[in-house]
């Protein structure tokens, strides 16, 4: 709320009015999720989210409309959700085009994960593709430090939508935000972006920047640049379709959407333009880089906390006896998680003011963790 009376007390946005919508902790994926064949594979009904939707358009929207000054129509209508949320959005987005003009799909709920007994990731894709190209923009965004929320199922889905017809920078954007993680404070440092986006003025771009790995294996997992550009408004993308320079090619190619392909041994700098704007990176070619590595959690909880079968810290761990959980899962390399410890779903843990407001480790190597919780929010 205060993001949207700044933008609109300087200019960068017109006025709007916010309407949020609360959600009840234990019912919120029933509510968010619509009915799919897919979606039976990873959950158990009931599915609400039919039932959701019509509750925004048929009571929430003429209540707004007879009790405030609104503009009505699609192109004056968005609708805006982070993680489950964002799948709901995603789902009426493409299913009402013509009430909502604009979505903005924030680290979206599509894949679950977990890890096996043998703590290998397992991935299901659930949520329902629509293949088609409605009046729609469409913003759609990721963190770089969600875990398994991972930054390739928003590229993915980002390409699945470009065939489908939307042009990246007009009725697409995608935004991978680098070491943002899965939370609300995450969420709201954005927000401004897609409501520029909808509503505002997005300038002229100031400045971009190469995020990612500088590191790459010839033998190893795909690694891809984010390119990131920022605009005079704050304004924020990712650039979808760049054109690279690399100093040395015998060493790497870099590919319009950012992927490398690492070539042989050595370093090479590679430079990126856009427009006026110009970024570059030092990278190097390495022989072999796992394609997963070990990461072992354990944490330490207050001996007031309840026996609980397993909580949450990167991944799931479970009770091992006196008040120690612990765990261990072979993560993508790379990958980055920022959390605070969990028991579940709001039950997080609380943590000391040094400044401190969350944990955050990159499997990179091998690692064994430890994590002592103080104390629980309540």
Request: glycine fraction near 10%; hydrophobic fraction near 40%; aromatic fraction near 12%.
């Amino acid at each position: 709320m205060r993001q949207q009376i700044v933008l609109v007390s300087e200019g960068r946005m017109e006025e709007i009015i916010i309407v949020g919508i609360a959600t009840v902790p234990h019912q919120r994926l029933n509510e968010y999720f619509h009915d799919n064949p897919r979606m039976h594979e990873v959950t158990d009904p009931p599915f609400a989210g039919e039932q959701y939707e019509a509750f925004i358009i048929e009571e929430v929207m003429p209540y707004m409309n007879a009790t405030f000054r609104t503009l009505q129509g699609p192109e004056y209508t968005a609708m805006m959700g982070s993680s489950a949320g964002g799948i709901v959005t995603y789902n009426i987005g493409f299913r009402r085009p013509e009430i909502f003009g604009s979505i903005a799909v924030m680290s979206p709920f599509f894949v679950k994960t977990e890890f096996d007994t043998e703590g290998q990731l397992q991935e299901y894709p659930f949520y329902q593709r629509y293949g088609t190209h409605p009046n729609l923009r469409i913003w759609l965004d990721m963190g770089g430090a969600e875990g398994v929320f991972m930054e390739k199922y928003a590229r993915v889905e980002a390409e699945r939508l470009i065939h489908d017809g939307f042009v990246p920078g007009e009725d697409l954007m995608l935004f991978l935000d680098p070491g943002a993680g899965h939370s609300q404070r995450d969420w709201a440092g954005r927000a401004q972006a897609p409501l520029l986006y909808f509503f505002g003025h997005i300038g002229e771009p100031a400045s971009i920047q190469l995020h990612g790995d500088s590191v790459v294996g010839i033998n190893g997992p795909l690694k891809q640049l984010n390119p990131v550009i920022t605009y005079t408004s704050g304004f924020v993308q990712t650039l979808m379709n760049g054109t690279f320079h690399v100093e040395d090619p015998d060493v790497l190619r870099v590919w319009p959407d950012g992927s490398i392909t690492p070539r042989a041994l050595g370093s090479t700098r590679m430079f990126l333009q856009y427009g006026g704007l110009t970024a570059d990176k030092e990278m190097r070619v390495v022989d072999e880089m796992p394609e997963f590595v070990k990461v072992t959690v354990q944490v330490k909880v207050p001996p007031s906390t309840p026996p609980y079968p397993s909580i949450y810290a990167g991944f799931e761990l479970p009770y091992c006896g006196e008040g120690l959980y612990r765990g261990s899962a072979m993560i993508p390399h790379g990958l980055t998680f920022a959390f605070k410890v969990s028991r579940g779903f709001g039950l997080h843990e609380k943590i000391g003011t040094s400044g401190l407001n969350r944990r955050s480790f990159t499997a990179s190597s091998e690692i064994d963790l430890f994590y002592e919780v103080e104390d629980w929010d309540v």
